[in-house]
């Protein structure tokens, strides 16, 4: 069994939903005036399978977050279908779960709990969590008081020691000074020969060489190839110096 499906998958959004009145949106709902929806992915099918990397590239407003996002759960497909057969770990927004009142300690606890991680494995890998972000002389201090590189290491401390099926990571590896970025990538490397899976969204086509065994290359919305990471880089690479070099003034 596949530990991701994408069975013909679309996801669409209102334009400007946020910016119009309350009063409009219910004039629209009881009228006949559509909403102009726009397409953050159009019809996307793929499969990962247990132990592999996949990355993801496009330019800005491709859908590669809004894919993240369905993964993760955080939001629905309006048509077609999303499986994931495997527990997730989400490094799309490091610290973003985190509560500013709460000491460090309860953060890592709450945290690890909404990613499904009992009381007695935490307790067992609090000290290690700990350990492994460096901020062991605050962790009874409330967040609030951490600087954000800080909040991002104990973030990503607690991502990577709960072991899920898949994580999920959204341009998250240039947290911390360059010592820490180290001590990520071979906490990443150990969790892949442990059998974990990525799925791995970066803007850094050397990244993406590295780490991962396929590429995904959307473009508004749409997957536009798939496959060996060099060969898609290459597509990709290309039409992204075409688009640019077509922008500049003559």
């Not at 953060?107 to 890998?125: Q, Y």
């Not at 970025?181 to 970066?202: I, M, N, P, T």
Request: aromatic share 8%; hydrophobic share 45%; glycine share 10%.
């Amino acid at each position: 069994m596949s530990l991701i499906e994408f069975d013909h998958v679309t996801k669409t959004f209102p334009h400007a939903a946020g910016r119009v009145l309350l009063r409009t949106h219910l004039l629209r709902w009881f009228s006949s005036e559509k909403h102009t929806l726009f397409y953050a992915l159009k019809n996307i099918s793929f499969t990962m399978e247990r132990g592999e990397c996949l990355g993801i590239v496009g330019r800005n407003g491709a859908g590669k977050s809004t894919l993240l996002g369905m993964v993760a759960g955080l939001a629905k497909p309006n048509g077609g279908r999303v499986r994931v057969n495997g527990r997730v770990g989400a490094l799309l927004e490091l610290g973003s779960g985190f509560h500013p009142d709460l000491s460090g300690a309860e953060n890592l606890v709450l945290n690890a709990s909404l990613l499904g991680i009992g009381k007695k494995r935490i307790a067992e890998l609090f000290d290690q969590i700990v350990e492994f972000s460096g901020v062991a002389d605050f962790i009874n201090e409330p967040l609030r008081t951490f600087s954000s590189g800080m909040s991002l290491r104990l973030a990503f401390s607690v991502a990577i020691h709960t072991e899920p099926d898949l994580l999920l990571i959204d341009e998250i590896l240039g947290v911390g000074d360059s010592a820490f970025q180290a001590k990520c990538a071979d906490a990443l490397e150990s969790y892949r020969r442990r059998g974990g899976s990525l799925l791995f969204v970066s803007h850094s086509g050397a990244t993406v060489r590295k780490m991962c065994d396929r590429a995904i290359w959307l473009d508004h919305g749409e997957l536009m190839m798939e496959g060996n990471p060099d060969a898609v880089l290459k597509e990709y690479e290309g039409t992204s110096e075409a688009v640019a070099a077509a922008a500049q003034p003559t």
